[in-house]
């Protein structure tokens, strides 16, 4: 199923993934006591941050990530989108997380757990990084690029 005028658009597939990530959080939460912040996890795996789940937890984590979309990959006729080169696509990776050590948290951290539990910070900090987003999407597409 594809929305009128968006033909790539597939509202059926991101809303299981949506819920997939909902999920995921909720049973982080509940089943850990943690939350679901992919870099706050990162961090803790590669021991820049002391405080939080077990490092072997942490690794195991970050290990599924991959995983869970390879298992996807190979379960179904999924294709990755490319959208960049290796190199552009390695800076975006470092800026991305240098963002997340200055915000305090990753979209995932904010985004979905945070927001869920009324943060007013991580309510802030969603608010702002859909702003920049939509606003980056918009001067892209002004300047054709």
Request: with cysteine; net charge positive.
């Given at each position: 199923m594809?929305?009128p005028g968006?033909?790539e658009?597939?509202?059926?597939q991101?809303l ?5 990530i ?10 850990a006591?943690r939350?679901a ?10 021991g820049?941050?002391e405080?939080?789940?077990a490092?072997?937890?942490?690794w195991?984590?970050?290990?599924g990530?991959?995983?869970g ?5 190979l379960?179904?006729?999924?294709e990755?989108a ?7 696509l390695?800076?975006?990776g ?10 305090s948290?990753?979209t995932?951290?904010?985004g979905?757990?945070?927001?869920s ?7 802030v900090a969603?608010?702002?990084f ?10 892209m597409?002004l300047?054709?690029?």
């Amino acid at each position: 199923m594809t929305l009128p005028g968006f033909p790539e658009a597939v509202p059926l597939q991101g809303l299981i993934g949506g819920v997939l990530i909902g999920l995921a959080a909720a049973l982080m939460l509940l089943g850990a006591g943690r939350i679901a912040g992919v870099s706050g996890i990162f961090a803790r795996a590669t021991g820049l941050a002391e405080s939080g789940m077990a490092r072997n937890s942490a690794w195991s984590f970050i290990i599924g990530l991959p995983l869970g979309a390879l298992a996807i990959r190979l379960a179904t006729d999924w294709e990755p989108a490319v959208f960049a080169g290796w190199p552009l696509l390695i800076a975006a990776g470092l800026l991305v997380g240098y963002g997340t050590r200055m915000g305090s948290g990753c979209t995932s951290g904010h985004g979905v757990c945070g927001v869920s539990r009324l943060s007013q910070r991580s309510i802030v900090a969603t608010a702002t990084f859909m702003a920049a987003g939509i606003a980056t999407v918009f001067i892209m597409n002004l300047v054709g690029a």
